[in-house]
């Protein structure tokens, strides 16, 4: 199923992308302007170490709550929410590339409310747009970038974006917020109607042992018994695991 703001952004995207993705060992270099502004914005009021990690940069980072929110109704302003973890490679690829740029940060300012979300603090938060994400794009992953309506409503799900992608669709999000809007908001409602579908297929019933020994099982069958973790490269800890 194709939304409205998916169609808009794509083909941006893919050509700015080339072939650096998640998953990859490398990324293309980029020039980067870098910011001078010792500014430490909302996040240095928080306790998790990952949204202290973006407590100094330009972007004007609100923690999830009502405060953002609020500011997003006031401004009629789109909210750009991201999501990672301290130990998240690609995270730390987009912060250092986008979110530590002060050219990004200003694009960002000007067109969203931006919100940061540890997953590991707010493994609820993380689960709801995660599943949009899977919903919208039959694929996830983190960094976790989500764009919603000030109520809330998701209309965009992605996951890391290149520095070149970000220059082309920040301003292209926010055109379409100004000049689509019906259509936009047309978009976050279906969405929201499905997630509430697909989240109440989601419950299920007793974990017995049966589901612990499967778990067990498919885990160990992944573990490095000679270099330790689940897997190849890259092997930073996963919390869920």
């Known amino acids: 199923m194709r939304y409205f703001l998916l169609a808009v952004v794509a083909a941006?995207?893919?050509a700015a992308c080339g072939d650096s993705s998640p998953g990859e060992e490398g990324h293309s270099e980029v020039t980067m302007t870098p910011s001078t502004d010792s500014h430490r914005n909302r996040l240095a009021n928080e306790k998790s170490p990952y949204l202290l990690q973006h407590a100094g940069n330009p972007v004007?980072?609100?923690p999830w709550g009502d405060e953002a929110f609020a500011a997003a109704r006031r401004e009629n302003k789109p909210v750009f929410l991201?999501?990672?973890y301290s130990t998240c490679h690609w995270c730390h690829v987009m912060e250092h590339e986008s979110f530590e740029d002060s050219t990004i940060a200003a694009l960002l300012n000007r067109a969203f409310i931006c919100i940061k979300v540890d997953r590991e603090e707010r493994p609820?938060?993380?689960h709801v747009y995660m599943t949009v994400c899977q919903m919208m794009t039959g694929s996830g992953g983190w960094p976790l970038t989500i764009l919603l309506t000030p109520d809330r409503r998701p209309?965009?799900?992605g996951t890391y974006i290149p520095r070149a992608a970000m220059e082309s669709f920040v301003p292209r999000v926010e055109a379409a917020?100004?000049?689509q809007h019906d259509a936009i908001v047309s978009d976050a409602q279906r969405v929201s109607g499905l997630l509430q579908d697909a989240m109440q297929d989601a419950a299920g019933g007793e974990?017995?042992?049966g589901v612990l020994t499967r778990g067990y099982?498919?885990?160990?069958?992944?573990?490095?018994?000679t270099r330790g973790g689940f897997g190849s490269r890259p092997k930073f800890p996963t919390p869920h695991n």
């Open 12 to 14: 941006a995207l893919v």
């Open 177 to 179: 917020w100004r000049d």
């Open 60 to 62: 004007d980072w609100y």
């Open 82 to 84: 991201s999501i990672g």
């Open 155 to 157: 209309f965009f799900a």
């Open 207 to 209: 974990i017995d042992a």
């Open 124 to 126: 609820d938060i993380d």
């Open 217 to 225: 099982d498919e885990l160990s069958a992944r573990f490095d018994s």
